[in-house]
């Protein structure tokens, strides 16, 4: 169960800066204090992948919890950090 976990902890959080990095603003303004948050959530969830990946971490069922819900929420808002910050419409 515990791999099983650690797995989806990865592959969740792996997605998620993934999806965060190729987001492409457009026409949208630049916020900056938006832009900082969308930093340290890529600079977070890359770290937490690396982790589990290099084996210096097992996911509990917590975590996976979060990375999951942190994933589904990145992916409904398309990356982009202010839709998630203030609801998604």
Not at 62 to 87: D, F, S
């Amino acid at each position: 169960m515990t791999k099983t976990l650690t797995l989806l902890a990865l592959l969740s959080y792996a997605s998620t800066c993934v999806r965060l990095l190729c987001y492409r603003r457009g026409l949208a303004n630049h916020r900056l204090h938006i832009s900082l948050v969308a930093w340290l959530l890529i600079v977070a969830t890359g770290t937490s992948a690396l982790e589990i990946l290099l084996d210096h971490g097992r996911a509990s069922f917590g975590e996976a919890g979060i990375a999951l819900t942190l994933c589904y929420l990145v992916h409904r808002a398309q990356g982009n950090v202010a839709n998630i910050i203030r609801g998604i419409e």
